[in-house]
């Protein structure tokens, strides 16, 4: 049974108690496995579940319902598992899109030992940081850094990301430190966008008033080209954590203006893109790359 299916996240709740331990259990988010319970509830037109803060429980309706199909995913599943005679070997071709900056800072470095887990394994890396279109099948997996993909793909985060905004100390001992985010008016800002669309609007937070603030500069390109530029002295940057985290530990680079930073959840994430979400070699990647950013990811080590 697709463990994304509005039944099986049902059953993943009920038998968990909760939506975190059931978003594990169909490798949802939280928040997509509240949406499945809010449109099979939508559909049915009836409250399955109770919601408080501090727990979850079902509602009458949500008890005969559970009693009606309890017994159809326990025998989907044994039928499945006997199926499976012998496990099966991840092979083929695994085709992933991901950004430049993270293929050659990440996913590189990790496939070696991915590959040699897997031998009938071949991986192929399309470097791109397009829209995932739900019409796309050219790739298995997508990884994106921002904010979590639609609905229309299954998705999983694999770590937190946001966005770092730093110089170098040769800029900083040139220009100054900014120590309010309006004072970037007076800087240099090197602006950036995966897909080559330059932004120059800054979000900040200050307690619980969030407010932009434009900057101007005299580059604008992606990311690894804007890293660069600031690990050169050219001005102030707003960098995803992966690219710049090792740089402000060493001192190349100086994180400014973290007590405003706005938590916007952008994340990195794991996308699914083909029809067979649960292949055995999407299944692979997914469980190494799980393995390997979990419980903290390698660049906050």
Not at 86 to 110: D, T
Request: proline share 6%.
């Amino acid at each position: 049974m697709d463990k994304s299916s509005e039944l099986y996240v049902f059953a993943a709740v009920v038998a968990h108690g909760n939506f975190v331990s059931a978003a594990e259990k169909c490798r949802l988010t939280p928040s997509g496995v509240s949406r499945k319970i809010s449109r099979l509830e939508d559909r049915m037109g009836v409250r399955l579940f109770v919601r408080t803060t501090r727990r979850l429980s079902l509602t009458a309706q949500g008890e005969f319902f559970y009693s009606k199909i309890k017994h159809l995913v326990e025998e989907i599943e044994a039928a499945e598992a006997a199926t499976s005679q012998r496990p099966q070997v991840p092979h083929g071709v695994l085709r992933i899109r991901s950004p430049a900056a993270f293929v050659e800072r990440q996913l590189v470095p990790l496939m070696p030992e991915f590959l040699a887990r897997f031998p009938e394994l071949k991986v192929e890396i399309v470097v791109g940081d397009v829209p995932v279109e739900s019409e796309d099948r050219s790739v298995d997996l997508a990884i994106r850094s921002g904010l979590a993909p639609s609905e229309d793909h299954l998705s999983i985060r694999l770590a937190t990301n946001p966005l770092v905004i730093c110089a170098s100390p040769t800029y900083l001992e040139r220009h100054g430190k900014p120590e309010r985010p309006e004072s970037l008016g007076r800087h240099n800002c090197l602006t950036m966008d995966g897909r080559g669309v330059t932004q120059a609007e800054w979000m900040f937070r200050e307690g619980q008033r969030r407010f932009s603030v434009w900057v101007n500069g005299n580059l604008g390109s992606v990311g690894t080209a804007v890293h660069t530029a600031a690990l050169s002295g050219v001005g102030i940057a707003r960098i995803p954590q992966f690219l710049v985290e090792q740089d402000v530990r060493e001192g190349r680079l100086v994180r400014l203006l973290a007590d405003y930073a706005p938590d916007d959840g952008r994340s990195i994430y794991l996308v699914y893109m083909t029809t067979d979400n649960y292949s055995v070699k999407c299944r692979a990647l997914v469980d190494y790359l799980l393995e390997k950013f979990e419980p903290q990811p390698p660049w906050m080590r």
